[in-house]
């Protein structure tokens, strides 16, 4: 019912910044919260950010101060802008949608960021 597509990943230099984007079809309700995930190999899946309809967030502890999340409901976009990369933010990113009237979670199919010298 709902795609995400994910973009923005890369390599970048310990320090460097990247803005994820994740664009939902057909489209993002203002019900809908929306979080970035991330996973490296052998560990949990991680939850870095969360966005609620009224525009309040909260963030792993990790990321606070240097990861921003921020929606943009007419665009059908979010976004994860990340500041002062470390090489522990290395892992593949995650878009999620949670739609509170359908209950469910969609998932987008992963970028992959690389913070390393």
């Known amino acids: 019912q709902v795609q995400l597509v994910e973009s923005g990943g890369g390599l970048v230099q310990p320090g460097g910044s990247l803005r994820l984007s994740c664009v939902a079809s057909?489209?993002?309700?203002?019900?809908?919260?929306m979080g970035w995930y991330r996973q490296t190999p052998g560990k949990q899946r991680e939850l870095v950010a969360r966005?609620?309809?009224?525009?309040?967030?909260s963030y792993v502890d990790s990321v606070k101060g240097r990861f921003t999340i921020s929606r943009d409901n007419a665009k059908k976009t979010v976004y994860l802008q990340m500041n002062s990369l470390k090489p522990e933010d290395t892992a593949v990113y995650y878009c999620?949608?949670?739609?509170?009237?359908?209950?469910?979670?969609?998932w987008g199919q992963g970028t992959q960021v690389t913070v390393s010298s």
């Open positions: 999620n949608l949670y739609s509170t009237y359908g209950a469910r979670d969609y």
């Open positions: 057909p489209r993002i309700f203002s019900s809908d919260v």
């Open positions: 966005i609620f309809s009224g525009g309040s967030t």
